[in-house]
């Protein structure tokens, strides 16, 4: 099976990011081939996009520490099921995934709110 994950870096090792937009990567692992392809989240990568492009390359789970209202519906859209747990490693958390011992949400788990340490509405004066 194919996994999306927030992750807090490109590696197995690293932690499950605590939340899906701001994850610093987004890691596809697919645990039959034992690829894994991470994608920096360096703010020009849209995380909405990265689920449906993610979806149409045959991703099937979303592995998050918690997703907001508009990821959750793109996902529930592209029927990617989504994951939540964070302060483990991605390995750990696709394993338990694998076994069933990862729940599926049933919506959301964070508020959507556009709060990232300044307001990006207004233009430079």
Known sequence: MKYLIASEGNTL?????????RAPFFL????????????ANDGLLDPHLVIRDGAKAGVKRLICGGIGPHAYQ??????????VTSGVPVAEAVKLAT????????????????????DHHHSGH
């Open 99 to 118: 076994e069933g011992k990862l729940p599926v949400t049933t919506g959301p788990t964070a508020h959507h709110h556009h709060e990232h340490g300044g």
């Open 74 to 83: 793109v996902a529930e859209r592209f029927s990617v099921e989504v994951c």
């Open 28 to 39: 596809v692992y697919d645990d039959e081939a034992k690829t894994l392809e991470p994608k």
């Open 13 to 21: 090792e690293s932690n499950v990011s605590t939340h899906y937009g």
